[in-house]
């Protein structure tokens, strides 16, 4: 099943007011509410391998090779509490791009060596990627993406992106190369 096409609607107004963005804008981190810091340091750092770069009282920030911070966890207002209940809006997972795919291979390494749970895997063409949930229930998607010149294309030339199960055993083997 494919995803409907969708498109934002335009008019000769909206154009000249909401004009493409600009191709060098990046998201720079994302901030998680979490029931139990500690809990949620042991998995980002402890299983995942990022590393603390500060802390504040209820928060700690975290990051991948000194950047100011990928991931921020606080407790301000969820300590202790329940993840959102399923049939609500919200963060549907935070993606963390791997570098190559021997790096995606040690990061599942680490998973099954934590006995963390993957909801599934997936090779969509472009990338391939591996899901999961954090402690608090937030969804992970762990991934890397292709080079751009190997993704796959429609007859058109446009982008073809699928969903496709991704070879766990064959991933895992990079590590042996």
Known sequence: MSAPTMSAPTTPEKDALFSTIDPGVRIGHVHLKVADLQRALDFYCGVLGFEVTTTRPGAAFISAGGYHHHIGLNTWESRGGSPPPKGTTGLYHTAILYPNRRQLADALRRLIAAKIPLEGASDHGVSEALYLRDPDDNGVELYWDR?????????DGSLEMFTRPLDLHALLAELDR
Do not use: G, L, R
């Open 147 to 155: 080079p751009k010149e190997a993704w796959p294309q429609k007859a």
